[in-house]
């Protein structure tokens, strides 16, 4: 999938600062952050959205959850706090249709989320 944006930074074609990688999940900076800590966990696999998981997903889901978790601790946000977002299609305001999590941190978030 070369013309996704996500896929093209984890094939390493376009440039992404990244903070995590493995054979299953690439972790890099936000080129927009919205937080002070704003990172995306995305699985190597092209997934468009959580709309397109299938049942043998569970275990990369699972994993990318892990990773933010990880990536929490190595940013040191494990113990301020911090937030995990799923947008999935229009209404939540997804742009990238490469499936991501959202890790948002270093700062106080309200809620409701707008
Ligand atoms: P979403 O609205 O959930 O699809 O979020 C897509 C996110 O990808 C946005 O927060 C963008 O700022 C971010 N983004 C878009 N292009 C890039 C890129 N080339 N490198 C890093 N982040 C990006
Ligand atoms: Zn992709």
Redesign the pocket.
């Given at each position: 999938m070369l013309d996704c944006?996500?896929c093209?930074?984890i094939a390493h074609e376009?440039?992404?600062?990244l903070v995590y990688e493995d054979d299953e999940v690439v972790a890099?900076?936000?080129?927009?952050?919205?937080a002070p800590v704003?990172v995306?966990i995305v699985p190597r696999k092209h997934i468009a959205s959580l709309n397109d998981l299938a049942p043998e997903d569970v275990h990369l889901i699972g994993k990318m959850v892990l990773v933010a978790k990880k990536v929490a601790e190595q940013m040191g946000i494990t113990a301020d706090g911090y937030r995990l977002?799923?947008?999935t299609g229009e209404n939540?305001?997804?742009?990238?249709?490469h499936v991501?999590i959202?890790l948002l941190g270093g700062r106080r978030m309200t809620w409701p989320p707008g």
């Open positions: 944006t996500f093209r930074i376009m440039e992404g600062e890099f900076h936000d080129i927009n952050p919205q704003h995306l977002i799923w947008n939540a305001g997804q742009w990238i249709y991501h959202h």
